[in-house]
């Protein structure tokens, strides 16, 4: 929230962009209020809202719920308004009246008064008597890091966090209004003015997760057309030798077709942190469920004055809503890859009539909660065929649906955001995923019969090649699930997003 840029004592924010975009007038109340807070955006504008894709296209009205269309602009506004100010400290051995408790000095531990009268050559009383000293005594080298709308709402009885740090006054504002409103013009100039999403914020916006998808991100993945043999490395990489069609190609009524969307999530946490962050994801638009994508992790620090692109350009740094627009090329650039991703994804089956553990236990293993491992278990079985032989894409997209059901903690969580980490991982990684599991399982038998992997094996790899052999994993071609299927059974669940 604050940078080491100096700047004049007490500065206040303003209420525009360096970018030239205008503040909202009002910020939405009810989440100016609330703890914890979950908003859905339809559009980069008013008037930019456009239907919001899945399994039945939906109007903006009724992907964000109640209260009306909210664009991404607005949704930004109910983050923390960043100002500065005053600190005091409150000296109690002064009287509301300005008269200097005597009795309370001469108690204080450690402190000598009559050294002190001695070398005054005055009583304590008339060292009082000469002194203009206030109750209240102002912080001149601090200042206090606050949103006057929520302080103007705590001082209306509301139990609302309005100040989340203390910074030095050498420190620089950085309002992460005008932080993420840059965002807007990124996106506008790349084409992308129907983006959608949702952000989740704890503690009164201290810490938040913004995910933004972005309908020109649009890829179609198909099967492989003919099956492949899993012998050795270069029928591995055939899984992934067949190209996306574009997002132009006519719609599929195949149930082997995924249609998936780019995007990236972002966030920020003030907990003695000041840093930006964002990393690609993928978005399924059928069961509404994203997962983190293969790509990198950005990172911003708050240097300088970041929202100030001429300053940053003197500094040799990208300007804050250039460093955006790279995101966003960025991950267009991945999209190229999510098709092999997703298809060595829905050609690794794991068969747990093989397998010496059951699909709830595949999921602790992997480090989650007994009520969401058996709810993604009980999913991934269900939509397998057969029951006993899930493939990873089934496992990681089944996990995430329990936890659109399922999970009742914030969005915004460090919990929740770890959950969805091992779905990207099982993505990402998928045959690291497999040892992991397998390295959990044996730690945790004490029969050395009863182990998996071989003895003595310590590193965990990511080469396909190396789990061909393991009993209960398959490398196949087939494709139990598809994100059709999926939303069959999503469809029978009356919980959506804006439920948690």
Known sequence: MATDQHTQRRGRSTDSTDD???????????????EEFTLRFAGLADVDAEAVPGNDERSPDAWCGDDGVTSLEQAIEVLPRASSGELWATNEFVETDGAVDITAIESVHGLDTDALEQTAGRSLDELAAQTDAEPIVPIEDHQDIIDRRRKALCALGYDVRFR??????????????????????????RGETGAFGWLSYRDWGGLLKLFIVCPGLKQIVSPPEEAVDIDDENDIDALGGSRVREAEAPDSDSDGD????????????????????????????????????????????????????????????????????????????????????LRRARAITYDFEVLPFSAADCYRYWGIADTYAAVAADRATSLANPTSRPTVFNLQLSLLIALLEE??????????????????????????????AMQEHDRQ???????????????LSDALEDIVEIPGIDVDTEAALSDREAQRLHDQVQQQLDDI
Do not use: C
């Open 407 to 436: 999970y009742t903690g914030s969005w915004a969580s460090n919990t929740y955001q770890e959950y969805l980490e091992v779905a990207g991982e099982l993505l990402r990684t998928p045959a690291m995923m497999i040892q992991l």
């Open 258 to 341: 995924l249609v998936v969307y780019g995007g990236f999530e972002t966030g920020y946490d003030f907990r003695g942190t000041q840093t930006l962050w964002a990393k690609p994801i993928l978005y399924f638009p059928d069961s509404e469920t994203i997962v983190p994508d293969t790509g990198q992790r950005y990172t911003r620090r708050h240097y300088g004055q970041a929202t100030n692109a001429d300053h940053e350009r003197a500094n040799d740094r990208v300007p804050i809503s250039e460093w955006w627009a790279s995101i966003y090329d960025d991950v267009e650039t991945r999209m190229v890859d999510v098709d092999e991703t």
């Open 164 to 189: 989340w740090q203390i910074a030095s006054d050498r420190y620089s504002i950085i309002n992460p209004q005008e932080a993420y409103q840059p965002i807007t013009t990124a996106l506008q100039r």
């Open 445 to 459: 038998v004490e029969d050395a019969a009863e182990r998996i992997l071989a003895e003595g094996q310590q590193t």
């Open 20 to 34: 030239g975009i205008p503040a909202a007038d009002h910020a939405h109340v009810p989440a100016l209020i609330a």
